[in-house]
């Protein structure tokens, strides 16, 4: 499977953008991308395309459901880990994996448990 490359500059609805990959985990991926106005990142989901043979970089449609532009290098590493642990949470379930549930205790300010 063809991996994205490291940098590359956008054609079509992202003509003259510079792209330069900072980060890429098992299942997500963190780029910087440098327009005339500035630098933002963009933190994805690991998509393989078997039709070609390659990973995918989202599309505009993508932004939002799989792929994020966050305005902060801080804020975008937490996309980033969230999406790499989100991911592998996914594939599990896929996989016919069980993921134990998460038990929450809720506790009023002095402490006694509240009913749910």
């Not at 003259?16 to 963009?42: C, D, K, M, S, W």
């Amino acid at each position: 499977m063809k991996e994205l490359p490291i940098e590359f500059t956008g054609k079509g609805e992202v003509r003259g953008f510079r792209f330069r990959q900072l980060e890429r985990t098992e299942n997500a991926y963190l780029y910087e991308v440098t327009t005339e106005t500035g630098i933002h990142y963009e933190v994805f989901e690991r998509r393989q395309n078997p039709r070609f043979g390659a990973v995918s970089y989202p599309g505009s449609k993508s932004f939002g459901i799989w792929a994020y532009s966050i305005r902060k290098l801080d804020k975008a590493k937490k996309k980033l880990e969230y999406l790499n642990s989100k991911t592998r949470i996914d594939r599990k379930r896929l996989q016919g994996e069980q993921i134990p549930a998460v038990s929450v205790v809720i506790k009023s300010p002095t402490g006694e448990r509240l009913p749910k």
